[in-house]
């Protein structure tokens, strides 16, 4: 029978943890390029705090980051630390075979969606650079919803879709916001077992570390 | 005699007027892909409407124009607009022959500078994308300066490069901000016949279509 599946987009459909950190060196790598006196790791250091402190949202890490430097002229840092960082941005590449599986779950008769926690027009962001935007009927973001994935969050996702929650899935890499409260409202889960939790345990219906997995799991149902 | 020789970024290094209506008619032809149920052209004359009243540098273009369009969710829009207007930007390109005429004057002995309205970051940005910021020996921006290109401005920079104007060179593709005042502290001259403004008239020192005329010009000083 024909499902509703959600998938979340960090770390479930591309690797957001390695493109994020691999942003964050090219940034520094940039602003050394064009004349920064300071080792990589010193202001790889110094912009890890920045993010732990103005969250990772915060549009101005790097002019702060200058800030902190004394640097009298930041512009020429600013501009070539955001410019790496976009390019690298730019660049994000799902996960093996995403767009192929997404492509064979919609010709098998399956609705897909998203639902995931962030900034409405970066995630729509992530999706069209990713090439899948238009594959999906709906796209479900924390801040159009009003609240982050809980069961709260994916109540008012079943109702939207007019379903059962028994005939939705939730596909994600993370316990707290994905597994444990699709569970919560009756929807069936499985945990993808890609990005910075991977090793972490999981209460899931199903687990998988490869993406071409999930037909066989959604068939099963 | 070895010069300083001041370069103008926009219509004068890369055609700035192309690549900011390529980026508009990107960022128009985004939004339709992504569904927006309007017309290229009508788009384009709110942007350009959008544009005139708050500004090139406001930083929300988009958001007003799908607000215009009284759209209820529309960060699949702004997301696929703003995303294909920074693909094109990324993608600019200097006029021909100028990394290589820049370098070959640097090579002859003559030290290079930018001068330029904007705000600086931006401006930095053009400069890294063009792969040629390093060339230069320092970057006087509007920004920073605390005026717009003028008389006033062109006498602080002469000062600070402790140069007598006669030994400095003004290149730029403008009459108002780049010929008149440059000519006004008694800088040499030329004017780049480029970008919208390349028909109109000049009472600049020499003249010039193509880059590569630029050290012939200088040598005969």
Not at 148 to 165: D, H, M, Q, T, Y
Not at 174 to 182: G, L, S, W, Y
Not at 188 to 197: P, S, V
Request: aromatic fraction near 8%; hydrophobic fraction near 45%.
């Amino acid at each position: 029978m024909p499902k509703r599946i959600l998938f979340d987009i960090d770390d479930t459909l591309f690797p957001t943890t390695e493109f994020a950190e691999l942003a964050r060196r090219n940034a520094i790598r940039a602003m050394i390029e064009m004349g920064m006196r300071k080792s990589e790791n010193e202001l790889h250091a110094m912009l890890m705090a920045i993010i732990a402190e103005k969250g990772s949202n915060y549009p101005n890490h790097f002019n702060v980051l200058c800030a902190r430097l004394k640097e009298k002229r930041p512009a020429r840092f600013v501009a070539a630390a955001v410019g790496a960082y976009h390019n690298t941005k730019t660049s994000i590449q799902p996960f093996p075979a995403v767009p192929s599986t997404l492509l064979s779950l919609r010709e098998a008769g399956h609705k897909i969606y998203v639902a995931t926690n962030g900034e409405a027009t970066k995630q729509w962001d992530k999706l069209i650079r990713l090439q899948i935007a238009l594959f999906f009927e709906d796209v479900f973001v924390s801040e159009e919803l009003g609240e982050e994935k809980g069961p709260s969050f994916f109540r008012k996702v079943v109702k939207r879709l007019g379903a059962k929650p028994g005939d939705c899935v939730m596909v994600g890499d993370r316990e707290d916001a994905d597994i444990i409260p699709a569970k919560a409202v009756g929807m069936h889960t499985i945990r993808m077992k890609t990005g910075r939790h991977a090793a972490a345990k999981s209460s899931a219906e199903f687990q998988a570390n490869d993406f071409r997995d999930i037909p066989k799991i959604i068939k099963g149902l």
